[in-house]
């Protein structure tokens, strides 16, 4: 069934809230694309979506060309929401800027890391850390990229793709995902999964985020022998034992599922068949994975790297005596946070100014965002020259 919807019709009276963006940006007089696929091409040139594909995923394997990247999840996502929003006759260039960008706040070390830079904001400035939320911070505050004059501007997205990144928690556990008809300050956002999307588009791509990582992250279990008994697997997934357990199956399986179950009026669903599978599937990954006791020890290395980096960093602010051990990791968070304070900036900073120095909350949430954007390989190194 094909849905009739405000983002694939311009002249509908809330296309304007869609394309909304904080600011104008700028016009070229030759540009042959549309504002969401400005959005898309923002995104992929951004260095945060570029340090996704050294991020973790679910395991962390840097070496293992055949383990998901962060980055690779978000190919994943994109794949599958642009297969829904075709079928079902949304805007396909939405869902791909959403897709794209959906994962672009998480931290290094997937979330482990999540958790153990949250630990810290609780403790030291009073708020979690959240990768959704996080993910707006970077598209609004904290990527910039070059206006054509070299100036450094916000990456400033439209509104429906902004409210797509924030909205795309994917623990869903209700058989409906339908947009919410509220045109919201997305800042008013305290906690993950609090509104729905915005759009359907945004519903798409947080359904797909699930989809994509079901499947995907038993493969990849299965591939790093964590999964050697697959009997309970068949029998979850209905599957005959000459069939394999194929993550390609699985997604198109669901996709279809869903595609010929949901409806404007229903919302986005599956049928009870396949959702009660869902439900057990992601129980058996809790068990089977996501809380085995063999990613226990490389959780407590994540914590030690994230915590080490971060208590150097914060000494920093009344000790300016500990850039002597690791000039290369204070250097390099000074540079960054210099495009942001509100001390002298370059005349070329024409983004937001977003840290107040004199103030100490300020600058320990700025930490936080700095190593947010940190790849693995590269927090590990620091911790290393740390240590030495």
């Known amino acids: 069934m094909l849905f009739t919807t405000q983002s694939a019709n311009t002249s509908n009276p809330l296309w304007t809230n869609y394309i909304k963006r ?4 700028y016009k070229r007089e030759k540009d042959l694309r549309s504002e969401f696929e400005r959005d898309y091409t923002r995104v992929i040139h951004s260095t945060a979506y570029r340090r996704m594909k050294n991020k973790t995923q679910v395991f962390f394997s840097p070496k293992n060309d055949h383990i998901c990247t962060r980055a690779e999840h978000v190919v994943h996502v994109e794949s599958i929401s642009y297969t829904i929003a075709k079928t079902l006759g949304l805007n396909t260039e939405l869902t791909k800027a959403i897709a794209t960008a959906h994962d672009i706040g998480h931290s290094p070390f997937g979330h482990q890391g999540e958790r153990v830079l949250s630990s810290i904001s609780k403790r030291d400035i009073g708020e979690a850390f959240w990768h959704e939320k996080n993910g707006l911070n970077m598209v609004d505050k904290i990527e910039l990229l070059e206006d054509p004059k070299g100036n450094k501007q916000n990456m400033n997205l439209t509104y429906a793709v ?19 008809k509220e045109f919201i300050n997305l800042n008013d956002y305290t906690y993950p999964n609090q509104y729905a999307p915005y759009t359907w588009e945004g519903c798409v791509v947080k359904i797909s985020d699930k989809i994509a990582y079901l ?69 058996y990954n809790y068990q089977k994975i996501y809380l085995s006791e063999k990613l226990q020890p490389s959780n407590r290395y994540f914590d030690l790297v994230i915590n080490t980096i971060y208590d150097l960093l914060k000494q920093l602010y009344t000790d300016k005596k500990a850039k002597k051990k690791c000039p290369e990791l204070i250097n390099d968070f000074n540079n960054w946070l210099q495009d942001y304070w509100n001390l002298e900036r370059n005349e070329k900073n024409q983004n937001d100014v977003i840290f107040n120095m004199s103030n100490e909350k300020d600058y320990y949430k700025a930490i936080i965002l700095y190593i947010s954007g940190m790849t693995d390989n590269y927090a590990i190194e620091m911790y290393n020259k740390i240590i030495k």
């Open 162 to 180: 902004r409210d797509g990144i924030i909205s795309h928690c994917g623990e869903i556990d209700e058989n409906k995902v339908m947009p919410r």
């Open 22 to 25: 904080e600011k104008p940006l």
């Open 215 to 283: 499947g995907r992250d038993i493969q990849d279990a299965i591939t790093l022998g964590l999964i050697d008994n697959l009997d309970e697997l068949y029998d979850i997934l209905n599957y005959n034992k000459d069939e394999v357990i194929n993550n390609t199956v699985i997604i198109n399986n669901l996709v279809y599922d869903l595609c010929s179950n949901s409806s404007i009026e229903k919302g986005l669903c599956f049928s009870d068949e396949k959702f009660n599978m869902i439900n057990t599937l992601k129980k």
